[in-house]
C-alpha cells in the first residue's frame, strides 16, 4: 500500500547507527496520502507521494 500510483516511491530500508557504531536495521517511509483523482476521466482513490501532488502531476477530483 505505502507506494506512490504516479511514480512508484515506496519505503526505503538501511540502518540506524548508534554511538557506539552498532547497526540496527530501520525504514524510512514515503510521504504517501491517499487522494481522490481524476484518472481516465473519473474520479478514482489513490495514493500518492506529496512530492507528486506538489508537482502537479495529480489532477485532484
Partial sequence: MAKCSICEKGAHFGNNVSH????????WKSNIKSVKAVV????????????CLRSGKVERA
Avoid at 40 to 51: L, R
Fill in 40 to 51: 481516465d476521466g473519473t474520479p478514482k482513490k489513490i495514493y500518492v507521494c506529496t512530492s
Fill in 20 to 27: 557506539s557504531h552498532r547497526r540496527s536495521n530501520r525504514m
